[in-house]
């Protein structure tokens, strides 16, 4: 059966600026089986109320990081979220773009009862190869005492998100689930000393019994149908910064597996059970990244998908060699009954562009109704004043749905020429240099 190879990722930054060259080494792009499919989970990401409000107009260095080191590997952005310091991004490879559609976005507050966002859990969902997905970042309520309360995060985090005009309106309603984050689930009747005594290969297991997220899914209190992989790492919370010390502060907090990831296969969805799977490839805490107070977790999964009928619901014709100074047409056919808009754009975009809503050369309108076309298709032009200077560059057409959120369509890739005339002037020059080079010649031997 088809597989996507799926990595997540959850990390507390402790509002601190991102690593220099750390994250290149975290993220596993560089290795033979480079996920398909790739979401980076922060909480406590620096929200001072200037640095809130700048990013909604730009990207947050911890973003800006992430996506320099993630798209320069052929990944786009896919969504992202932001609660106050709980930030979620999501990519994909380019090609699977087409793919992934009807992506929706949601969040809860739990911290103050509900009233703030320094708490709480954000989400992203989309359909992906005949499977809905939903991924989750949470940061529950810190403490041994809280223990309750992260329970009921869960229960109103599940209750409350909600995704209009979706056949999966609630996160438990989707195929698959995977839910990361800062848990913040800690140690139960065990003291500080015999937590650092266990934390070490070969002596988790007394660790795992007393830990409070295993004894409230074993207890049937939250995480109904959720599974954690065996932990074989060591406790990823609390760290003196920059260090591999646990804290040696006056507070002098027990270590403790705060930050985890766990995934759920929804057993109601119709199908047989082979159809539907998640299986867990990897799970484990980057102790050589020496920054934060927590260590990052990282988990990589395949999940099977439904290939056999994927089909792009719009179907660009091949795309020619472009030439600066002339208008270009294009045509594209879209599949009857998909949910276009006027809103909808086609976009001129780089080769290694990193989110296809923000990242067009330039754009056009689609065709209105283009899914009524049929196979006569969709006819339009992009005007050439209005076409990039850069010819060295290799490019790409995406058809963007302002419905769906999402690319419908990717074109062959293709360069922009120079203008005949360019082109002729080069050509003259370049022959007058060769013309004149047996001269030059001549005159150096006199």
Known sequence: MPELRV?????????????????????????????????????????K???????????????EQIARVVCSRGYVQVSSIRLQGILLLLYARMLHLPFLRNIQTDFTRTGLGGAWGNKGGVSI????????????????????????????EYHTITATQEFPDCSTSRILDHDYVLWFGD??????????????????????????????????????????????????????????????TYDTSEKQRPPAWTDRTLWRVNTNRLGEPKDYYIKQIAYKAHNDVLWSDHKPVSAEFCIQVCMDDAEALVTFDPVETWRRGDDVSISYTVVGDTRTSTWDWIGL??????????????????????????????????????????????????????????????????????????????????????????????????
Not at 19 to 30: A, F, N, Q, V
Not at 207 to 225: A, N, V
């Open 7 to 47: 990595c997540v990722c959850t990390w507390n930054v402790a509002t601190l600026d991102p690593p220099p060259k750390i994250l290149e080494d975290m993220i596993w792009l560089h290795t033979a089986h480079a996920p398909d499919i790739y979401a980076f989970g922060l909480q406590e990401v620096s929200s």
């Open 49 to 63: 109320p200037h640095e809130y409000v700048q990013s909604a107009f730009i990207d947050d260095p911890w973003t």
């Open 125 to 152: 969902r989309m359909d992906c190869y005949g499977r809905s997905l939903c991924i989750v970042n949470v940061h529950f309520a810190a403490h041994a005492d809280q223990w309750e309360i992260r329970d009921k």
């Open 183 to 244: 848990m913040n689930y800690r140690f139960e009747d065990i003291s500080r000393e015999v937590i650092k005594f266990h934390s070490s290969p070969g002596k988790l297991n007394k660790l795992i019994e007393k830990d409070q997220l295993y004894l409230s899914m074993k207890m049937g209190k939250c995480f109904d149908g959720f599974t954690e992989e065996k932990i074989t790492f060591m406790p990823t919370y609390k760290y003196d910064l920059q260090t591999n």
């Open 349 to 446: 975009y780089k080769v290694g562009f990193q989110n296809a809503a923000k990242d067009a050369e330039t754009y056009i309108w689609s065709v209105p109704q283009g899914e009524t076309k049929g196979e006569s298709g969709c006819k339009t032009k992009f005007t050439a004043r209005y076409l990039p200077e850069d010819t060295c560059t290799k490019y790409v057409l995406c058809y963007y749905s302002k419905t769906m959120n999402c690319v419908l369509g990717i074109s062959n890739v293709f360069r922009i020429l120079p203008s005949q005339e360019e082109e002729n002037d080069m050509k003259f020059r370049a022959d007058q240099v060769e013309n004149a080079m047996p001269v030059e010649a001549s005159a150096a031997t006199i």
